[in-house]
């Protein structure tokens, strides 16, 4: 019985919104332009048509916790079509397909599930480490895929938060790995 060669990675873009990139928002992550220069290079290598581009949008039932999460941070308690959720410049060009929305933090589910399949190998970037990076990651890794993080492209609310994001990320071996970009591209 011949095995067939691993399919080509999915390029996983989280939530590179402007809510998360300008520095002004109080979700600001002070990397994100650093992160942001990364995922382009990763994207170029990749190619549109292996590169997924999430958002978060402010969605959920406000009955539930996400009413309580609102309510704490009432600056992002807007109509999804705000600027705020806006993609940043140059994000949707990154990918073939259109946007992943989703209104929870990680963006593993139904959608993302069913374009890259099972036991897909992701290398995942964008924002929040500590937040929508963390538990797309974890939720990937526990339905079969394998994922590496790819750290320099990646950017946290502040550099002590992604510390302890990543940290937790390595504790997951061998569904999870730790890399930068210099480390994956050619």
Not at 2 to 9: D, T
Not at 84 to 100: C, F, H, K, M, N
Not at 109 to 118: F, H, R
């Amino acid at each position: 019985m011949s095995s067939s060669p691993p399919a080509a990675p999915w390029l996983l873009v989280i939530d590179p919104q402007r809510i998360f990139a300008d520095p002004s928002s109080d979700w600001a992550a002070p990397t994100f332009p650093a992160a942001k220069t990364q995922i382009q290079r990763l994207a170029a290598a990749i190619g549109p048509q292996r590169t997924l581009v999430t958002r978060w949008l402010p969605t959920a039932d406000r009955s539930t916790s996400w009413g309580d999460y609102f309510a704490a941070w009432p600056f992002a308690d807007v109509p999804a079509d705000d600027p705020l959720y806006a993609l940043v410049d140059g994000a949707e060009q990154l990918s073939d397909r259109p946007t992943i929305d989703e209104p929870t933090f990680g963006k593993w589910g139904p959608q993302l599930a069913g374009i890259v399949g099972a036991g897909a190998e992701l290398l995942v970037t964008g924002v929040s480490t500590d937040c929508c990076v963390i538990t797309t990651v974890l939720a990937a890794a526990d339905a079969g895929c394998r994922v590496t993080v790819v750290t320099d492209a990646c950017a946290a609310s502040t550099p002590e938060n992604g510390a302890a994001a990543l940290h937790t990320l390595g504790l997951f071996p061998p569904q999870v790995r730790l890399a930068r970009a210099a480390d994956l591209l050619p």
